[in-house]
């Protein structure tokens, strides 16, 4: 059998890849057979170094501004052979990045963002991979934009200085932005503006008061239509523009980025597809398979195109718990790991969730073995 593995994080036990080789010992113990692991990740934290990981690119570590305009150490990943670069936005402009005394929508940038895409661009970079989960940010990709050579008249980087923009001037920005794509890994359908758009689902929680949020919005719908008519845009806004306070409006709009649910961004740059259309089986899971698993998780991401692409493959759901799995979820068994009874202290040991789930796996195996047999004897 052609086997592929590709399970998410165990978050707080095991990386992507500690748990595929998990898997895949669990699989070599018990049989010969073609054994393949790919990271995988859903498009927010792990994303960079799942893709980098799976291509065999390097990571690098630059200084670049915080969200606050201070200087931060921001790492992503580059596969220059295939001039790709794979950012997380957070890294430069996130949440975690900012006291919580100190968060305030009117006061942080994404301009950090915009450096580690110039960054990369001098590297030889040209299609881009970027998450834009966890942000600090509600500037409409102000800071970015500035960062990469958009002026801004009147305005700033802040989110405070999307008031006083006038006027847009791009004869400065860089040339060679026409020659890049970029894919963005965006798994939320708000607008721009209004009682469903950047500043009022996401402002309260990166520090924005009533107050704040309602004039914040209003700035960003004057932003957003100065832009529509700069850009000659026949859409103003589209479902996902409020996106990380404005920046997924920013890469489509000015970027001509493309928003994509983040595990099919994931799949489609580790270009997994050739493999899952020759395996016979897939094993895949997370720390938790539950409802939510069919919801954009990446586990049911990656079962979902198997079956698409080869609709006679297994497709196994490994769990450190398993619970409620919906018949959507493009899996045909879920498993949970835990193989006695322990606390969940000792469940994510790294050493005892290697070991349930190499064991686990190494059963399902034995089991599928044993049904491929009979179902073959039974056929002479």
């Not at 052609?2 to 500690?18: N, R, W």
């Not at 709009?253 to 994931?266: I, W």
């Not at 190494?362 to 599928?368: M, P, W």
């Given at each position: 059998?052609?086997?592929?593995?590709?399970?998410?994080?165990?978050?707080?036990?095991?990386?992507?890849?500690?748990?595929?080789?998990?898997?895949?010992?669990?699989?070599?113990?018990?049989?010969?057979?073609?054994?393949?692991?790919?990271?995988?990740?859903?498009?927010?934290?792990?994303?960079?170094?799942?893709?980098?990981?799976?291509?065999?690119?390097?990571?690098?570590?630059?200084?670049?501004?915080?969200?606050?305009?201070?200087?931060?150490?921001?790492?992503?990943?580059?596969?220059?052979?295939?001039?790709?670069?794979?950012?997380?936005?957070?890294?430069?402009?996130?949440?975690?990045?900012?006291?919580?005394?100190?968060?305030?929508?009117?006061?942080?940038?994404?301009?950090?963002?915009?450096?580690?895409?110039?960054?990369?661009?001098?590297?030889?970079?040209?299609?881009?991979?970027?998450?834009?989960?966890?942000?600090?940010?509600?500037?409409?990709?102000?800071?970015?934009?500035?960062?990469?050579?958009?002026?801004?008249?009147?305005?700033?980087?802040?989110?405070?200085?999307?008031?006083?923009?006038?006027?847009?001037?791009?004869?400065?920005?860089?040339?060679?932005?026409k020659k890049c794509t970029f894919r963005i890994?965006?798994?939320?359908?708000?607008?721009?503006?209004?009682?469903?758009?950047?500043?009022?689902?996401?402002?309260?929680?990166?520090?924005?008061?009533?107050?704040?949020?309602?004039?914040?919005?209003?700035?960003?719908?004057?932003?957003?239509?100065?832009?529509?008519d700069f850009l000659k845009l026949n859409e103003?806004?589209?479902?996902?523009?409020?996106?990380?306070?404005?920046?997924?409006?920013?890469?489509?709009?000015?970027?001509?980025?493309?928003?994509?649910?983040?595990?099919?961004?994931?799949?489609?740059?580790?270009?997994?597809?050739?493999?899952?259309?020759?395996?016979?089986?897939?094993?895949?899971?997370?720390?938790?398979?539950?409802?939510?698993?069919?919801?954009?998780?990446?586990?049911?991401?990656?079962?979902?195109?198997?079956?698409?692409?080869?609709?006679?493959?297994?497709?196994?759901?490994?769990?450190?718990?398993?619970?409620?799995?919906?018949?959507?979820?493009?899996?045909?068994?879920?498993?949970?790991?835990?193989?006695?009874?322990?606390?969940?202290?000792?469940?994510?040991?790294?050493?005892?969730?290697?070991?349930?789930?190499?064991?686990?796996?190494?059963?399902?195996?034995?089991?599928?073995?044993?049904?491929?047999?009979?179902?073959?004897?039974?056929?002479?």
């Amino acid at each position: 059998m052609k086997i592929i593995v590709a399970i998410d994080s165990l978050k707080g036990s095991l990386t992507s890849l500690e748990a595929g080789a998990a898997a895949q010992h669990g699989i070599e113990s018990v049989s010969n057979h073609q054994v393949k692991v790919y990271p995988l990740a859903d498009g927010g934290e792990g994303t960079c170094k799942a893709i980098i990981a799976g291509l065999g690119g390097v990571l690098k570590s630059v200084e670049v501004t915080n969200p606050l305009g201070g200087k931060v150490a921001a790492q992503f990943g580059e596969v220059l052979d295939k001039k790709l670069a794979v950012i997380e936005m957070a890294n430069a402009a996130g949440l975690p990045l900012v006291l919580e005394d100190k968060r305030n929508p009117l006061n942080t940038t994404t301009y950090g963002v915009g450096e580690l895409i110039r960054i990369a661009i001098g590297d030889g970079c040209r299609d881009f991979v970027i998450g834009i989960g966890g942000s600090a940010t509600n500037d409409c990709g102000l800071g970015m934009l500035t960062a990469l050579g958009y002026e801004f008249i009147g305005g700033g980087i802040y989110g405070r200085d999307l008031e006083k923009v006038t006027a847009i001037d791009d004869s400065n920005v860089l040339p060679e932005l026409k020659k890049c794509t970029f894919r963005i890994a965006c798994d939320v359908t708000n607008p721009l503006t209004g009682a469903n758009g950047c500043s009022a689902v996401y402002g309260p929680q990166k520090g924005a008061t009533p107050e704040i949020v309602e004039t914040m919005d209003a700035w960003i719908k004057n932003f957003g239509s100065l832009s529509a008519d700069f850009l000659k845009l026949n859409e103003q806004s589209v479902p996902g523009d409020g996106a990380a306070g404005g920046l997924g409006f920013a890469f489509r709009s000015y970027l001509h980025g493309e928003l994509l649910p983040g595990v099919d961004l994931v799949l489609d740059a580790l270009n997994i597809a050739d493999d899952l259309k020759a395996a016979d089986v897939l094993i895949t899971g997370e720390g938790r398979l539950d409802s939510q698993t069919a919801q954009g998780k990446a586990p049911s991401g990656v079962a979902k195109l198997a079956k698409k692409l080869n609709p006679n493959i297994i497709t196994i759901g490994l769990g450190g718990s398993v619970a409620d799995i919906s018949d959507d979820a493009g899996l045909d068994a879920a498993f949970a790991i835990l193989r006695e009874p322990m606390t969940l202290a000792e469940a994510m040991q790294k050493d005892v969730a290697q070991k349930n789930l190499s064991e686990t796996t190494a059963q399902i195996i034995r089991l599928i073995e044993i049904v491929n047999f009979s179902h073959q004897v039974s056929l002479d």
